[in-house]
């Protein structure tokens, strides 16, 4: 690497940049035939942070800086490389190697250049590169993660309006890094201060990708081989969560993004231009989120099934509902001075049906003294009631015995869909599709389920018997 780096240095910087990922291509290419994962090295990653991030190896130098035209021809060398390599492993690692962070002073210039990258291939459409940061979101700390994700939504959500248009297509180019971006988008907006609400723009785009084909949140958990221990600080492996907690927040956030507190202890309602239209807008596209992620919800348990992960892999974490709720039990007693009755219902009644309908297709693992220790942290609501008692009254909630009969709360929702059939795990007898148009209109509406059994449970049991 010492020769190439004295090579390297009486080049100009875009041609030395050039040079450097045509060398280390031809020394990953060699290592790949010999070994299946070959180790980056400390030289091959010191050659990018000098001669492509612009990090002089010198302690004391002064950093070198492209001028806006160099650094717009070096994304173009990198988009062609990306492009031009017909070998995905040798894309893999040269990615890597390029972005991974290394934990020093070269992480700001890579990850600065990584939002311009691909950023780029969103709006010149390089598949590859798209590709390449769907893998390399997946195996990042999520603190980057995020960075990425807030460059792309300034880039296409922010700066120009309109712009999000072109960020829509690339859902047919690539279905797996807009499963990554989603879930890096819901772990960025977490909606714990107004700040951090997703934009109108995106969450209608998210929504559409959704309603198009749900299975898209599903993408990286059915094409990943399922590690017996799941990293910590990394992005789950499906967007749900994030989606869920997107869905039971907003209600309570939008709320109370549209009052402001006064010096003399008063508030007073914020008013926005054009607030009323996008605030019909974004309820309705929560309505139609919550719908679609209780459907992906309910395709779950034939793809747990399916992979021998039925009652062992929760997708959606218990430890990650706990500070969920926390959050709705403070906004509610933030909110409740300020008439906020029916977004506190509307919010409780979210979380119990995602609650229920996760824990019934193995999503959600908990025990029930787990789930009656949640509940009794909510604001009194009759749904919470409902989940405590559709748990009965001891034992695990694990999804063989939800599997035969449970119970959908009513919530206000002006959305219908097709019956879904949940494959029931082996032994188990059939039962009949859920009907999401059970779940009827209207805040005043009422359920045709029947009443939550805190009895013993039938095997076999089909949610609405009875109804009409």
Not at 52 to 57: D, E, N
Not at 94 to 114: E, H
Not at 270 to 279: F, I, R, T
Not at 290 to 316: C, D, F, I, P, W
């Amino acid at each position: 690497m010492s020769d190439i780096r004295h090579s390297l240095l009486r080049r100009d910087a875009l041609s030395a940049a050039k040079e450097v990922l045509y060398h280390l291509d031809i020394y990953f290419s060699s290592q790949l035939q010999s070994a299946p994962l070959p180790i980056v090295d400390k030289g091959p990653v010191e050659l990018l942070e000098e001669f492509v991030f612009q990090v002089p190896k010198e302690r004391g130098a002064q950093p070198k800086r492209l001028n806006s035209l160099q650094e717009l021809q070096l994304l173009e060398i990198m988009c062609n490389y990306f492009q031009e390599q017909t070998k995905d492993s040798v894309r893999q690692i040269i990615f890597s190697s390029l972005f991974s962070p290394q934990g020093n002073k070269a992480d700001d210039s890579r990850m600065s250049l990584l939002g311009k990258l691909v950023s780029m291939a969103v709006a010149v459409c390089r598949i590859p590169v798209l590709e390449c940061a769907a893998s390399w979101l997946q195996r990042t700390p999520v603190v980057y993660c995020v960075r990425l994700a807030r460059a792309l939504v300034d880039d296409y959500c922010c700066l120009v309006p309109g712009s999000v248009q072109t960020l829509k297509q690339i859902f047919s180019a690539s279905p797996r890094f807009c499963c990554q971006f989603i879930t890096s988008v819901t772990a960025l907006y977490d909606l714990s201060s107004d700040d951090l609400i997703p934009p109108l723009d995106l969450l209608e785009m998210i929504v559409n990708w959704i309603l198009e084909d749900p299975r898209l949140i599903l993408i990286t958990f059915l094409n990943t081989p399922i590690a017996a221990n799941l990293p910590i600080g990394f992005l789950e492996l499906t967007p749900l969560t994030g989606l869920i907690r997107w869905c039971v927040k907003a209600p309570l956030a939008h709320k109370r993004k549209k009052k402001a507190p006064l010096a003399n202890g008063h508030v007073a309602a914020k008013v926005p231009k054009d607030s009323g239209g996008a605030e019909r807008d974004s309820h309705l596209l929560y309505s139609k989120l919550h719908l679609s992620v209780l459907q992906v919800l309910l395709m779950l348990q034939a793809h747990l099934t399916e992979k021998n992960l039925y009652g062992r892999l929760g997708l959606v974490l218990f430890d990650h509902m706990v500070p969920l709720v926390e959050e709705v039990n403070r906004l509610a007693d933030e909110l409740n001075p300020l008439n906020a009755s029916q977004e506190i219902e509307l919010a409780l009644d979210r979380l119990a049906q995602a609650l229920q309908v996760a824990m019934a297709s193995g999503a959600l693992l908990c025990t029930r003294d787990d789930l009656r220790t949640l509940c009794s942290r909510l604001p009194h609501n009759k749904r919470r009631g409902r989940v405590r008692s559709a748990c009965g009254p001891q034992g695990p909630c694990s999804p063989a015995l939800w599997a035969g009969s449970w119970h959908l709360p009513l919530w206000p929702l002006p959305l219908r869909a097709p019956p879904v059939h949940i494959p029931p795990p082996p032994g188990q007898p059939l039962r009949p599709p859920v009907h999401t148009a059970f779940l009827t209109q209207g805040p005043g509406a009422v359920s045709r389920l029947p009443p939550p059994c805190n009895g013993p449970r039938q095997a076999g049991g089909a949610v609405g018997a009875g109804a009409p």
